[in-house]
């Protein structure tokens, strides 16, 4: 979130010079912060953690259980940046998203 307000004063001259719109931005930042960041660290994780707690050894549950592990992190993830493109400093953001 902190990344986010700090590029605010970048994305707000870019957007006036009418070099893309928000909702172009925030679909990008939420691409290309999901695959790499967000998507890679929870499948690998969720791959380790499955088998070690002793969870049923049936593929269909298992990829549900990655499958939920990857929304929760892609919904977190949207969150924190809508909640820092809407807030003017990071302290109020931090109070937003934990009440949330």
Known sequence: MCQVIAE???F???RASGYYNT???FLAKAFFEIIPMRALPPLLLGSIAYWMM???PVAAKFAVFL???LLVNVVA???CIAIGTTVPSVA???LIS???
Request: glycine share 8%; aromatic share 12%; hydrophobic share 50%.
């Open 23 to 25: 909702v172009t931005y």
């Open 12 to 14: 707000v001259r870019e």
């Open 92 to 94: 109020v953001g931090n």
């Open 98 to 100: 934990v009440c949330l």
């Open 54 to 56: 002793g969870f049923q």
């Open 67 to 69: 499958f939920i592990l």
């Open 8 to 10: 605010r004063a970048l």
């Open 77 to 79: 993830t949207t969150m």
